[in-house]
């Protein structure tokens, strides 16, 4: 009987939270006519948007699964000086605000920034450009990919590897045929749920780069100038757009991992 009970309290304040969650979107989906949505749709500004947060949010998971999972590994498996340092600086960009990321990212890598004038110099700029929007989705995204992996290579009995390394194999070879695929579960959902994450990033954006305009930066723009009814088909269409490819992403892993 209290067992039940119990079941059925948690029930209840589970449905509470995803009420909370689907009720502003769902309203939101359903608050533009379908001619205002086919309009907003086809306004290239808006397409532009949306095609443009697509695309540096995946530039900037990739360069984050290039850097990060050997950062993960070296994590999972070694114990050095300063490990807990790292691990606290991995997580630092959940912590500080965005639009304090927006500054500091601007000291450094904005025209009179250090990397800024040295990649000035072969022709690459970060303030209003596709490179700064992608390292500031870049810096508050990686965590979740990086703590993925590391928690995955941690998940992987090293003796496993060093069967591996007994019977022939390099470290390489070790990493890439035993560690990695026994961590791949965990590396592919940190990976969609990065660049979740970078779809929605606006904060340091739109200090670094404010043009052009991803979708979010270019709502909140038509919201302050043109008001709710001007942005809320903008809105439906990111929410849709993120919500069937986050979904989609969300079943490919489910396959992989049956």
Not at 231 to 253: E, N, Q, T, Y
């Given at each position: 009987?209290?067992?039940?009970?119990?079941?059925?309290?948690?029930?209840?304040?589970?449905?509470?939270?995803?009420?909370?969650?689907?009720w502003p979107l769902v309203q939101t989906i359903?608050?533009?006519?379908?001619?205002?949505?086919?309009?907003?749709?086809?306004?290239?500004?808006?397409?532009?948007?949306?095609?443009?947060?697509?695309?540096?949010?995946?530039?900037?998971?990739?360069?984050?699964?290039?850097?990060?999972?050997?950062?993960?590994?070296?994590?999972?498996?070694?114990?050095?000086?300063?490990?807990?340092?790292?691990?606290?600086?991995?997580?630092?960009?959940?912590?500080?605000?965005?639009?304090?990321?927006?500054?500091?990212?601007?000291?450094?890598?904005?025209?009179?920034?250090?990397?800024?004038?040295?990649?000035?110099?072969?022709?690459?700029?970060?303030?209003?450009?596709?490179?700064?929007?992608?390292?500031?989705?870049?810096?508050?995204?990686?965590?979740?990919?990086?703590?993925?992996?590391?928690?995955?290579?941690?998940?992987?009995?090293?003796?496993?590897?060093?069967?591996?390394?007994?019977?022939?194999?390099?470290?390489?070879?070790?990493?890439?045929?035993?560690?990695?695929?026994?961590?791949?579960?965990?590396?592919?959902?940190?990976?969609?749920?990065?660049?979740?994450?970078?779809?929605?990033?606006?904060?340091?954006?739109?200090?670094?780069?404010?043009?052009?305009?991803?979708?979010?930066?270019?709502?909140?723009?038509?919201?302050?100038?043109?008001?709710?009814?001007?942005?809320?088909?903008?809105?439906?269409?990111?929410?849709?757009?993120?919500?069937?490819?986050?979904?989609?992403?969300?079943?490919?892993?489910?396959?992989?991992?049956?």
């Amino acid at each position: 009987m209290r067992s039940s009970l119990m079941k059925a309290g948690f029930i209840l304040l589970g449905a509470v939270l995803l009420i909370f969650i689907l009720w502003p979107l769902v309203q939101t989906i359903f608050s533009s006519s379908p001619k205002g949505l086919w309009t907003t749709i086809l306004d290239p500004k808006v397409r532009g948007a949306i095609g443009l947060t697509f695309y540096a949010s995946a530039i900037a998971t990739v360069i984050a699964i290039l850097t990060g999972i050997p950062l993960a590994y070296l994590l999972a498996r070694h114990e050095f000086p300063g490990k807990g340092l790292i691990e606290g600086l991995i997580d630092l960009p959940i912590v500080v605000p965005h639009t304090a990321v927006g500054i500091a990212l601007l000291m450094v890598f904005g025209r009179e920034g250090l990397l800024g004038k040295a990649f000035g110099a072969i022709g690459v700029r970060f303030v209003s450009s596709v490179p700064g929007i992608v390292i500031a989705m870049l810096f508050v995204s990686m965590p979740f990919l990086v703590n993925a992996a590391r928690d995955g290579f941690a998940a992987v009995d090293p003796r496993l590897e060093g069967v591996a390394r007994t019977l022939g194999a390099g470290p390489w070879t070790a990493f890439r045929k035993v560690a990695l695929p026994l961590a791949w579960r965990n590396i592919l959902s940190g990976t969609i749920l990065m660049w979740a994450r970078g779809l929605s990033e606006f904060g340091a954006v739109v200090i670094l780069a404010y043009h052009p305009m991803i979708a979010p930066v270019l709502l909140y723009e038509r919201f302050e100038s043109y008001g709710l009814d001007y942005a809320r088909p903008v809105a439906v269409w990111v929410i849709l757009s993120s919500l069937a490819v986050f979904v989609g992403l969300r079943m490919l892993a489910g396959r992989r991992k049956k």
